[in-house]
């Protein structure tokens, strides 16, 4: 059965420095890779995407990620993170050819002044 | 203007009572989900719709009963309501065959006492 882990439940950085959340997945083929951020009492947005070609993706807010077929993962990373930055962050995986989208527990990332 | 609006925003009611959650998506989208997000920030898929007509429906109790009157619009109706329904309902479109990403609204919190 496809699945997605999110190893790190909560994270804490301090502002500037940089930032790796990871992400790893089960799945048959490549599927499609999402990374999405979810601030509190709000919907979730769309950081990036993965579906073919380049494997380092760039997304919103300076965000980017690298797809790893041979690790089975797609960890997001920015260089220098702000205070906004703080948020809870979900991976994602997308069936190819069908509805069905799967996402990880979520890492919670806390960013010190 | 919102893409994909939720109402409300906010539900508390009773054990037993039952209560609908409206979403529309103006994006022209043709698949529309309910997601269900629990206190630990898990998100479970619960159905789907594409094109007015239902693809996916995960092992939800049956007193979940999702309609899609066309394709902008997805509720989610809820008998018998009980503690355990009690968490945060987010609607979501998509796309297929295009970008096949997730737009969410914002959430509906049900809180059931």
């Known amino acids: 059965a496809q699945s997605v882990t999110q190893p790190d439940i909560h994270i804490t950085v301090s502002e500037g420095a940089s930032l790796e959340l990871r992400c790893n997945y089960s799945?048959?083929?490549?599927?499609?890779l999402f990374w999405y951020v979810q601030s509190p009492g709000q919907g979730l947005q769309l950081l990036l995407k993965?579906?073919?070609?380049?494997?380092l993706v760039q997304g919103i807010k300076g965000f980017e990620a690298e797809f790893k077929r041979s690790q089975s993962s797609f960890n997001l990373r920015k260089p220098s993170v702000h205070w906004s930055d703080a948020a809870e962050y979900f991976c994602?995986?997308?069936?190819?050819?069908?509805?069905?989208?799967?996402f990880g527990t979520g890492t919670r990332l806390k960013v010190l002044a | 203007d919102t893409a994909v609006s939720q109402t409300p925003k906010y539900l508390v009611t009773q054990m037993g009572n039952d209560k609908s959650i409206k979403c529309e998506q103006n994006?022209?989208?043709?698949?529309m989900y309910w997601y269900k997000q629990d206190s630990k920030k898990f998100l479970k898929i619960m159905f789907s719709?594409?094109?007015?007509?239902?693809?996916i429906n995960e092992t939800v109790p049956n007193r979940f009963s999702p309609k899609s009157p066309d394709k902008a619009h997805l509720n989610l109706h809820i008998n018998s309501l009980e503690l355990g329904d009690s968490a945060v309902y987010f609607c979501?479109?998509?796309?297929?065959?295009?970008?096949?990403?997730?737009?969410f609204g914002e959430g509906s919190r049900l809180t059931v006492l």
């Open positions: 979501a479109s998509s796309l297929q065959g295009r970008t096949g990403e997730l737009f």
């Open positions: 799945y048959g083929a490549t599927p499609y």
């Open positions: 993965y579906f073919s070609g380049d494997t």
């Open positions: 994602a995986v997308g069936e190819r050819g069908t509805y069905k989208y799967i």
């Open positions: 994006l022209g989208h043709d698949t």
């Open positions: 719709y594409n094109n007015k007509e239902l693809i």
